[in-house]
Protein backbone atom coordinates (compact mmCIF):
# COMPACT_ATOMS: atom_id res chain seq x y z
CA UNK A 1 0.00 0.00 0.00
CA UNK A 2 1.25 3.22 -1.31
CA UNK A 3 2.35 5.95 2.12
CA UNK A 4 0.88 9.08 2.43
CA UNK A 5 3.33 10.29 5.04
CA UNK A 6 6.35 8.99 5.57
CA UNK A 7 8.70 9.74 8.65
CA UNK A 8 12.84 8.50 8.70
CA UNK A 9 14.26 9.84 11.50
CA UNK A 10 12.74 12.73 11.72
CA UNK A 11 13.76 15.50 15.13
CA UNK A 12 12.62 18.68 15.63
CA UNK A 13 14.76 20.19 18.94
CA UNK A 14 14.01 23.66 20.18
CA UNK A 15 17.38 24.12 22.09
CA UNK A 16 17.81 21.54 24.35
CA UNK A 17 14.33 20.48 24.25
CA UNK A 18 13.70 17.57 21.47
CA UNK A 19 10.04 17.99 21.10
CA UNK A 20 10.32 15.20 18.25
CA UNK A 21 13.13 12.63 18.82
CA UNK A 22 14.34 10.19 15.56
CA UNK A 23 10.98 9.48 14.97
CA UNK A 24 10.09 6.71 12.14
CA UNK A 25 6.33 6.53 11.15
CA UNK A 26 4.44 5.70 7.83
CA UNK A 27 0.67 6.47 7.63
CA UNK A 28 -0.95 4.91 4.62
CA UNK A 29 -2.72 6.15 1.99
CA UNK A 30 -6.51 6.11 2.31
CA UNK A 31 -6.37 5.72 6.31
CA UNK A 32 -7.63 7.18 9.33
CA UNK A 33 -4.25 7.55 11.19
CA UNK A 34 -4.64 9.06 15.07
CA UNK A 35 -1.70 10.80 16.81
CA UNK A 36 -2.22 10.02 20.70
CA UNK A 37 -0.16 11.29 23.51
CA UNK A 38 -0.22 14.01 26.75
CA UNK A 39 0.71 17.26 25.96
CA UNK A 40 4.22 18.17 25.22
CA UNK A 41 5.00 14.37 23.51
CA UNK A 42 5.52 15.37 20.10
CA UNK A 43 2.25 14.68 18.23
CA UNK A 44 1.37 18.18 17.57
CA UNK A 45 4.82 19.17 16.09
CA UNK A 46 4.86 16.07 14.18
CA UNK A 47 1.55 17.30 12.55
CA UNK A 48 3.08 20.85 12.48
CA UNK A 49 5.72 19.21 10.31
CA UNK A 50 3.80 17.64 7.96
CA UNK A 51 1.94 20.79 7.22
CA UNK A 52 4.82 22.79 6.79
CA UNK A 53 4.69 25.16 9.50
CA UNK A 54 7.74 23.79 10.88
CA UNK A 55 10.86 22.27 9.32
CA UNK A 56 12.70 19.15 10.54
CA UNK A 57 16.45 19.75 12.72
CA UNK A 58 17.15 16.04 11.40
CA UNK A 59 15.78 13.42 9.04
CA UNK A 60 13.84 13.05 6.12
CA UNK A 61 9.65 13.24 5.22
CA UNK A 62 7.95 12.16 2.31
CA UNK A 63 4.27 13.44 1.40
CA UNK A 64 2.97 10.52 -1.36
CA UNK A 65 6.77 9.76 -2.45
CA UNK A 66 7.62 13.44 -2.43
CA UNK A 67 10.33 15.58 -0.26
CA UNK A 68 8.62 17.61 1.92
CA UNK A 69 11.60 19.21 3.56
CA UNK A 70 11.62 22.56 2.80
CA UNK A 71 8.22 22.71 1.19
CA UNK A 72 6.04 25.65 2.11
CA UNK A 73 2.54 24.99 3.66
CA UNK A 74 0.79 26.18 0.75
CA UNK A 75 2.72 23.70 -1.78
CA UNK A 76 1.75 20.95 -0.18
CA UNK A 77 -1.44 18.87 -1.01
CA UNK A 78 -2.54 18.87 2.38
CA UNK A 79 -4.81 21.26 4.34
CA UNK A 80 -5.41 21.48 8.42
CA UNK A 81 -8.16 21.93 10.76
CA UNK A 82 -7.60 23.35 14.26
CA UNK A 83 -9.05 23.25 17.51
CA UNK A 84 -10.43 27.06 17.69
CA UNK A 85 -11.33 26.76 13.52
CA UNK A 86 -9.75 29.99 12.60
CA UNK A 87 -12.93 31.47 11.05
CA UNK A 88 -12.58 34.94 10.02
CA UNK A 89 -15.16 36.39 11.42
CA UNK A 90 -16.38 39.44 8.94
CA UNK A 91 -16.93 36.85 6.25
CA UNK A 92 -19.76 34.58 5.75
CA UNK A 93 -20.00 31.10 6.24
CA UNK A 94 -19.74 30.51 2.03
CA UNK A 95 -16.87 33.04 1.95
CA UNK A 96 -14.87 31.55 4.76
CA UNK A 97 -15.09 27.49 2.71
CA UNK A 98 -13.83 29.33 -0.24
CA UNK A 99 -11.69 31.52 0.88
CA UNK A 100 -8.60 28.86 -0.13
CA UNK A 101 -9.95 28.72 -3.72
CA UNK A 102 -10.54 32.53 -4.07
CA UNK A 103 -6.34 32.69 -3.07
CA UNK A 104 -5.93 30.07 -5.68
CA UNK A 105 -7.45 32.59 -8.35
CA UNK A 106 -10.73 30.81 -8.88
CA UNK A 107 -13.47 32.39 -10.62
CA UNK A 108 -16.34 33.34 -7.92
CA UNK A 109 -19.23 31.32 -9.52
CA UNK A 110 -16.87 28.28 -9.39
CA UNK A 111 -15.93 28.74 -6.16
CA UNK A 112 -19.36 29.50 -4.81
CA UNK A 113 -20.58 26.12 -6.38
CA UNK A 114 -17.33 24.35 -4.81
CA UNK A 115 -18.21 25.80 -1.08
CA UNK A 116 -21.74 25.00 -1.38
CA UNK A 117 -20.83 21.47 -2.33
CA UNK A 118 -18.56 21.26 0.38
CA UNK A 119 -20.94 22.58 3.08
CA UNK A 120 -23.51 19.71 1.58
CA UNK A 121 -20.90 17.31 2.56
CA UNK A 122 -20.80 18.30 6.32
CA UNK A 123 -24.37 18.26 6.53
CA UNK A 124 -24.82 22.62 6.15
CA UNK A 125 -26.61 23.12 3.45
CA UNK A 126 -28.43 26.61 3.01
CA UNK A 127 -26.03 27.92 5.51
CA UNK A 128 -23.68 29.92 2.93
CA UNK A 129 -24.89 33.61 3.75
CA UNK A 130 -24.83 32.90 7.68
CA UNK A 131 -22.07 35.10 9.74
CA UNK A 132 -20.06 32.56 11.19
CA UNK A 133 -20.91 34.73 14.51
CA UNK A 134 -24.25 32.67 14.79
CA UNK A 135 -23.08 29.72 14.68
CA UNK A 136 -22.73 26.83 17.41
CA UNK A 137 -19.72 25.46 18.47
CA UNK A 138 -20.16 21.94 16.50
CA UNK A 139 -21.22 24.15 13.47
CA UNK A 140 -18.12 26.37 13.38
CA UNK A 141 -16.57 23.30 13.37
CA UNK A 142 -18.23 21.83 10.04
CA UNK A 143 -17.59 25.19 8.47
CA UNK A 144 -13.65 24.70 9.46
CA UNK A 145 -13.88 21.13 7.93
CA UNK A 146 -15.59 22.69 4.95
CA UNK A 147 -12.95 25.20 4.47
CA UNK A 148 -9.97 22.41 4.59
CA UNK A 149 -11.86 19.76 2.16
CA UNK A 150 -12.91 22.13 -0.56
CA UNK A 151 -9.17 21.91 -2.11
CA UNK A 152 -9.73 18.59 -2.24
CA UNK A 153 -6.62 17.71 -0.27
CA UNK A 154 -4.75 14.34 -0.10
CA UNK A 155 -3.88 14.86 3.18
CA UNK A 156 -6.15 16.03 6.01
CA UNK A 157 -4.72 16.80 9.33
CA UNK A 158 -6.91 17.68 11.96
CA UNK A 159 -5.38 19.60 15.39
CA UNK A 160 -7.78 18.17 17.78
CA UNK A 161 -10.61 19.83 16.49
CA UNK A 162 -13.10 18.14 18.71
CA UNK A 163 -11.62 19.45 22.15
CA UNK A 164 -13.72 22.87 22.72
CA UNK A 165 -17.35 20.49 22.17
CA UNK A 166 -19.38 19.12 24.86
CA UNK A 167 -19.28 15.40 25.52
CA UNK A 168 -22.47 14.21 23.39
CA UNK A 169 -21.22 16.60 20.24
CA UNK A 170 -17.95 15.26 20.20
CA UNK A 171 -19.37 11.40 20.18
CA UNK A 172 -21.44 13.02 17.50
CA UNK A 173 -18.65 14.52 15.55
CA UNK A 174 -16.54 11.07 15.82
CA UNK A 175 -19.09 9.54 14.11
CA UNK A 176 -19.63 11.66 11.37
CA UNK A 177 -15.73 12.36 10.79
CA UNK A 178 -15.15 8.68 10.71
CA UNK A 179 -17.67 8.35 8.32
CA UNK A 180 -16.64 11.28 6.47
CA UNK A 181 -13.28 9.68 5.82
CA UNK A 182 -14.78 6.35 5.10
CA UNK A 183 -16.56 7.82 1.93
CA UNK A 184 -14.10 10.63 1.00
CA UNK A 185 -11.39 7.80 0.71
CA UNK A 186 -8.67 10.85 1.72
CA UNK A 187 -5.93 10.29 4.89
CA UNK A 188 -7.18 11.61 7.78
CA UNK A 189 -4.25 12.04 10.35
CA UNK A 190 -6.18 13.23 13.60
CA UNK A 191 -3.95 14.83 16.63
CA UNK A 192 -5.82 13.93 20.40
CA UNK A 193 -4.77 13.17 23.69
CA UNK A 194 -8.41 11.38 23.96
CA UNK A 195 -7.74 7.72 24.23
CA UNK A 196 -11.52 6.99 23.53
CA UNK A 197 -11.37 9.37 20.34
CA UNK A 198 -8.17 7.67 19.44
CA UNK A 199 -9.84 4.18 19.78
CA UNK A 200 -12.63 4.40 18.67
CA UNK A 201 -12.03 6.32 15.28
CA UNK A 202 -8.81 5.41 14.00
CA UNK A 203 -7.93 2.73 11.79
CA UNK A 204 -4.29 2.33 13.49
CA UNK A 205 -2.47 4.75 16.44
CA UNK A 206 0.38 5.92 16.91
CA UNK A 207 1.59 6.51 21.06
CA UNK A 208 3.72 9.49 21.57
CA UNK A 209 5.64 9.92 24.68
CA UNK A 210 8.61 12.50 25.03
CA UNK A 211 8.95 13.02 21.76
CA UNK A 212 9.49 9.36 20.55
CA UNK A 213 6.70 6.84 19.24
CA UNK A 214 6.13 4.21 21.73
CA UNK A 215 4.17 2.14 19.42
CA UNK A 216 1.80 1.79 16.29
CA UNK A 217 -1.10 -0.55 16.01
CA UNK A 218 -4.59 -0.77 15.60
CA UNK A 219 -6.50 -0.05 18.92
CA UNK A 220 -7.14 -3.45 19.74
CA UNK A 221 -3.70 -3.94 19.23
CA UNK A 222 -2.37 -0.74 21.20
CA UNK A 223 -5.07 -1.81 23.85
CA UNK A 224 -5.03 -4.94 24.47
CA UNK A 225 -1.14 -5.63 23.71
CA UNK A 226 0.53 -2.84 24.84
CA UNK A 227 4.68 -2.96 24.00
CA UNK A 228 5.45 -0.67 26.92
CA UNK A 229 4.42 -0.29 30.82
CA UNK A 230 3.27 4.09 29.17
CA UNK A 231 1.45 2.82 26.26
CA UNK A 232 -0.51 0.66 29.33
CA UNK A 233 -0.80 3.29 31.77
CA UNK A 234 -2.06 5.87 29.40
CA UNK A 235 -4.43 3.74 26.07
CA UNK A 236 -7.18 3.46 28.73
CA UNK A 237 -6.00 2.26 32.60
CA UNK A 238 -4.41 -0.26 33.45
CA UNK A 239 -2.50 -2.24 36.00
CA UNK A 240 0.90 -2.64 35.65
CA UNK A 241 2.09 -5.22 37.41
CA UNK A 242 6.14 -5.50 38.19
CA UNK A 243 8.54 -8.78 36.90
CA UNK A 244 8.56 -10.13 40.31
CA UNK A 245 5.18 -10.12 40.64
CA UNK A 246 4.24 -11.28 36.92
CA UNK A 247 7.01 -14.38 37.65
CA UNK A 248 5.35 -15.12 41.07
CA UNK A 249 1.74 -15.19 39.64
CA UNK A 250 2.31 -16.71 36.09
CA UNK A 251 6.38 -17.85 36.21
CA UNK A 252 6.17 -15.54 32.73
CA UNK A 253 9.12 -13.05 32.63
CA UNK A 254 8.61 -9.30 32.21
CA UNK A 255 6.41 -6.35 33.65
CA UNK A 256 2.92 -7.14 32.22
CA UNK A 257 -0.22 -5.16 31.87
CA UNK A 258 -3.73 -6.26 33.63
CA UNK A 259 -6.93 -4.70 32.40
CA UNK A 260 -8.84 -3.73 34.95
CA UNK A 261 -12.02 -5.55 33.46
CA UNK A 262 -10.27 -8.53 33.16
CA UNK A 263 -9.78 -9.11 36.78
CA UNK A 264 -12.79 -11.31 38.37
CA UNK A 265 -13.52 -10.47 41.70
CA UNK A 266 -14.81 -13.84 44.23
CA UNK A 267 -14.92 -15.86 41.12
CA UNK A 268 -12.39 -18.79 41.72
CA UNK A 269 -9.52 -19.46 44.53
CA UNK A 270 -7.46 -16.86 43.07
CA UNK A 271 -4.94 -14.48 45.86
CA UNK A 272 -6.95 -12.50 48.83
CA UNK A 273 -7.20 -8.61 47.78
CA UNK A 274 -8.68 -6.15 50.13
CA UNK A 275 -11.14 -3.24 48.65
CA UNK A 276 -10.40 -0.15 49.75
CA UNK A 277 -12.62 1.78 47.38
CA UNK A 278 -15.40 2.45 44.91
CA UNK A 279 -16.38 4.69 42.27
CA UNK A 280 -19.94 4.35 40.60
CA UNK A 281 -19.61 5.29 36.98
CA UNK A 282 -22.90 3.97 35.58
CA UNK A 283 -22.09 1.30 33.25
CA UNK A 284 -19.78 -0.15 36.06
CA UNK A 285 -18.08 0.22 39.51
CA UNK A 286 -14.67 0.77 39.77
CA UNK A 287 -13.11 -1.52 42.86
CA UNK A 288 -9.75 -0.30 43.99
CA UNK A 289 -8.03 -2.92 45.82
CA UNK A 290 -5.02 -3.39 48.10
CA UNK A 291 -3.34 -6.51 46.79
CA UNK A 292 0.49 -7.32 48.10
CA UNK A 293 2.14 -3.25 48.07
CA UNK A 294 -0.04 -2.23 44.98
CA UNK A 295 -3.26 -0.83 44.33
CA UNK A 296 -5.13 -2.44 41.62
CA UNK A 297 -8.06 -1.41 39.88
CA UNK A 298 -11.40 -3.76 38.91
CA UNK A 299 -14.38 -3.13 37.16
CA UNK A 300 -17.84 -4.81 37.93
CA UNK A 301 -20.34 -4.17 35.18
CA UNK A 302 -23.92 -2.88 35.65
CA UNK A 303 -25.65 -5.24 37.43
CA UNK A 304 -22.84 -7.44 38.84
CA UNK A 305 -22.35 -8.31 42.89
CA UNK A 306 -20.12 -4.99 43.70
CA UNK A 307 -18.32 -5.87 46.82
CA UNK A 308 -18.36 -2.95 49.88
CA UNK A 309 -15.23 -1.33 51.04
CA UNK A 310 -13.39 -2.82 53.30
CA UNK A 311 -14.32 -6.87 51.82
CA UNK A 312 -12.40 -9.09 51.22
CA UNK A 313 -12.41 -10.79 47.78
CA UNK A 314 -10.81 -12.96 45.48
CA UNK A 315 -8.90 -12.09 42.23
CA UNK A 316 -8.14 -14.19 38.96
CA UNK A 317 -7.91 -13.62 35.51
CA UNK A 318 -8.12 -15.48 32.68
CA UNK A 319 -4.02 -16.60 31.92
CA UNK A 320 -4.41 -14.60 28.54
CA UNK A 321 -5.61 -11.05 30.23
CA UNK A 322 -1.93 -11.09 31.95
CA UNK A 323 -0.01 -9.29 28.63
CA UNK A 324 3.55 -9.54 29.56
CA UNK A 325 5.59 -6.51 28.10
CA UNK A 326 9.33 -5.47 27.68
CA UNK A 327 10.63 -3.17 30.64
CA UNK A 328 9.87 0.15 28.17
CA UNK A 329 9.73 3.53 29.56
Known amino acids: MQSAVLF ?13 DAVDLEVRAGEFFA ?8 KT ?11 PTSGHIEIFGETAEGVPPYRRNVNTVFQDYALFPHMSVRDNVA ?12 RRSKAEEALELVRLPGYGDRATSALSGGQRQRVALARALVNEPKVLLLDEPLGALDLKLREQMQDELKGLQQSLGITFIFVTHDQGEALSMADRVAVFNEGRVQQVGTPEAIYQRPDTPFVADFVGSSNVLPADMVRELSGR ?4 SLRPEAIRLNGGSGPEAT ?26 ASGGV ?3 KGDTVTIDWAPEALHVMGQGT
Not at 9 to 20: F, P, Q
Not at 35 to 42: A, N
Not at 45 to 55: D, H, P
Request: aromatic share 6%; no cysteine.
Open 8 to 20: KTVSRHYGDVRAV
Open 35 to 42: MLGPSGSG
Open 306 to 308: VPQ
Open 99 to 110: YGLMIAGMGRKQ
Open 253 to 256: AGTA
Open 45 to 55: TSLRLIAGFEQ
Open 275 to 300: VVGLSYMGGATKVRLAFRDMTLMALV
